[in-house]
């Protein structure tokens, strides 16, 4: 390498994002001489304070400057019902739809032996505590639909038996819009399966 | 957004770098959340350094930390040879090849009426002065195909009459490997009209 010291530091460390190469990371690198001085300033402190600054909420999980979250803390939402996601991106992806009004609950992650990630490594006993103590009524399963997803799915079910509790699965099945061509027949099967009638 | 301030700060970021959209700013702030505290400390300091440490070459424009860059300084280095590039990075490109050993002149763009840039706007008077003060034998033009690298090779070119300095200009033409099919035909012209006897 034939730059400077400084880009090649920064080249090293685009290079640590997923995703992106050296090729990328070289342009990225170059592209940066060229933000504004403001732009880099901020840049270079959100990279010091994203390690001091953002906590996990105490009650869902979720990412949080304060000790609860956003999300947790706002009376105007549903306090009966949880959702349970895998990872705090997918709060995110739930809040744009507007479609739900309840609390989270953040996992970080899904059973998978085979990676040696076990039900004690994931967030659930935290789960279990709030639906002892809190007044819930429902716990939504939002969990992707691979065999970890499932896996972790039945073992809070079973967790939660008899907690008088509903506990629900979102439900699996063609996408809309999607062309019935490409969807994959183990998708085809779950949503005839789960078809409802119409009339 | 729900993200906390930080993260939201450091997605803007990230966006402002060309090619990086929301989805993927977001994959990436979310991402530098899980570095290790020393590649958050570097990528932090790099990016400060970036504005302050990384300066232009006095004699050839290009990329370095000191006064005078690391190519113009080496004296094992052919310096009656100067090879002219548009940016900093093409010289980056040319060193890894190994095939040549003189000296650059980064010109830092184009000749581009249409985009405002005249000739007044590039570092060609620089190239002018090293040629009328230093032993120069030979200026290889290595700009890009274009109307804008075309112009601005003859412009120089023109510059540079009766100053006893070979001018050439790198070949275009087929490159290696590449299937016939998919080349267009300006290449290919290009390539029958400099066409070489093999005998």
């Known amino acids: 390498m034939m730059y400077p010291k400084t880009i090649c530091n920064l080249i090293e460390c685009y290079k640590k994002l997923p995703g992106i190469g050296e090729k990328t990371a070289e342009r990225l690198a170059l592209a940066t001489m060229d933000l504004d001085d403001e732009v880099i300033a901020m840049f270079s402190n959100s990279l010091l304070?994203?390690?001091?600054?953002?906590?996990?909420?105490?009650?869902?999980?979720?990412?949080?400057?304060?000790?609860?979250?956003?999300?947790?803390k706002d009376k105007t939402r549903n306090h009966d019902v949880i959702c349970v996601v895998e990872e705090p991106k997918n709060i995110i992806t739930f809040e744009k739809t507007g479609a739900f009004n309840g609390l989270y609950h953040v996992l970080d992650g899904l059973i998978s032996p085979l990676d040696g990630i076990n039900p004690d490594d994931l967030n659930i006993d935290a789960l279990i505590k709030r639906i002892d103590e809190e007044n819930i009524k429902e716990v939504i399963?939002?969990?992707?639909?691979?065999?970890?997803?499932?896996?972790?799915?039945?073992?809070?079910?079973?967790?939660?038996?008899?907690?008088?509790?509903?506990?629900?699965?979102?439900?699996?099945?063609?996408?809309?819009?999607?062309?019935?061509?490409?969807?994959?027949?183990?998708?085809?099967?779950?949503?005839?399966?789960?078809?409802?009638?119409?009339?």
Chains 1, 2 share one sequence.
């Open 49 to 72: 304070d994203i390690k001091t600054k953002i906590k996990r909420c105490n009650i869902c999980n979720n990412l949080t400057e304060e000790d609860t979250c956003l999300i947790c």
């Open 141 to 199: 399963l939002a969990l992707k639909s691979s065999i970890e997803g499932e896996t972790t799915s039945l073992y809070i079910s079973k967790k939660l038996e008899n907690k008088g509790v509903i506990i629900t699965k979102i439900a699996h099945g063609i996408p809309l819009g999607a062309d019935m061509d490409y969807i994959d027949s183990l998708t085809i099967s779950m949503a005839l399966e789960d078809r409802k009638p119409l009339t």
